[in-house]
Nanobody
Framework: QMQVVESGGGLVQAGGSPRLSCAAS????????FNWFRQAPGKQREWVAG???????SYADSVKGRFTIARDNAKNTVYLQMNSLKPEDTAVYYC?????????WGQGTQVTVSS
């Protein structure tokens, strides 16, 4: 079993640059990649960014050029640096860790962007 815990959310002004963290513990040797998702009120959860074991990254068009995903393999932690935040980025941000048996999810962290 693996535990995934997100942190770093909060209330941010538009244009702000918070960094979210996602720490995995437990069976971390089985992690292939990490992903960030988000879910805004009344909307479906959407994929935001992903990073592979080797460090390859990918982004949703809505955040490309503004968000950066990075991982520290030694700490089993992945980060989401968010720049130039907009009110429409307001959502609960979730991290998952992918393994060959599926994905383990964190509980989410709220990011609220005020205009």
């Amino acid at each position: 079993q693996m535990q995934v815990v997100e942190s770093g959310g909060g209330l941010v002004q538009a244009g702000g640059s918070p960094r979210l963290s996602c720490a995995a513990s437990g069976s971390t040797s089985s992690i292939n990649g990490f992903n960030w998702f988000r879910q805004a009120p009344g909307k479906q959860r959407e994929w935001v960014a992903g990073i592979s074991r080797g460090g390859s990254t990918s982004y949703a068009d809505s955040v490309k050029g503004r968000f950066t995903i990075a991982r520290d393999n030694a700490k089993n932690t992945v980060y989401l640096q968010m720049n130039s935040l907009k009110p429409e980025d307001t959502a609960v941000y979730y991290c998952n860790a992918e393994t060959c048996r599926g994905a383990d999810w964190g509980q989410g962290t709220q990011v609220t962007v005020s205009s």
